[in-house]
């Protein structure tokens, strides 16, 4: 679901205080339009011309208003050259310059932006990976009880992504850090049962600075149901 901007100007014969004393009123019945979020009103006295920015939840209550606004300005109002535009809303640059308010980030949305980031690799590549270098670090992101359960890629470590925040961090105590993480240019792989959780983990060692890492596409369930083996779990 996009959000939708409205862009509306029209021109105005009367005065400003004319114009604002008719629809000042307007402004507390219009606030409970359907999926408006909000509206800046505009004037440029000048030119006898005004308008408003209108921002709304998706694409069909736009719509929607605007052909009601278009059939109003038809009507006996004293306004003229009524332009109404509709614009797609940029929703991540806008928040970054403060025209939209952060949404709160869920599970979810933070998988899809580490998705977006750090490549994913098919399990079957994966096991490719593994049998030509050796120095590839497969790392299961779950806690341990939850590996128990299902079992993991051979050869994986498990490093909880609590755990990793700071084993994977050169500036904490050197007794705090993994050794396995020390050269951030080494072959890593992150996983979990199904993948979010990994690529969450993928994302955190990205933004540390590791620049060869994947995210196992599908995570050890996909692993599993493209008949290739695991550990833990009594499974081999």
């Not at 030119?47 to 719509?63: H, K, P, R, S, V």
């Not at 299902?150 to 609590?162: D, E, I, K, Q």
């Amino acid at each position: 679901m996009t959000q939708q901007i409205l862009q509306i100007n029209f021109n105005f014969s009367s005065s400003r205080a004319e114009y604002e004393a008719m629809t000042l009123p307007m402004a507390g019945s219009l606030a409970e339009t359907p999926g408006l979020n909000w509206k800046v009103w505009l004037m440029d006295e000048t030119n006898q011309e005004a308008g408003g920015i209108y921002l709304f939840d998706d694409e069909a209550t736009a719509e929607r208003f605007a052909q009601e606004i278009g059939a109003m300005m038809s009507g006996d109002l004293p306004f003229s050259n009524a332009s109404i535009k509709r614009f797609d809303v940029l929703a991540a640059h806008s928040v970054i310059t403060r025209g939209l308010p952060k949404r709160p980030r869920t599970f979810g949305n933070m998988a899809a932006e580490a998705l977006a980031v750090v490549p994913v690799i098919a399990p079957a590549e994966a096991q490719r990976l593994l049998q030509t270098d050796p120095n590839t670090l497969v790392i299961d992101v779950r806690d341990a009880a939850d590996i128990n359960q299902t079992g993991t890629v051979p050869g994986a470590v498990n490093l909880s992504y609590g755990a990793l925040t700071y084993l994977a961090d050169d500036e904490v105590p050197e007794t705090w850090r993994d050794p396995r993480l020390a050269d951030r240019n080494r072959p890593i792989i992150t996983t979990c049962i199904l993948g979010p959780l990994g690529a969450l983990g993928g994302k955190l060692l990205y933004d540390m600075g590791f620049r060869n890492v994947q995210i196992l596409e599908g995570g050890v369930q996909a692993w599993i149901e493209a008949g290739l083996p695991v550990e833990g779990n009594g499974r081999n």
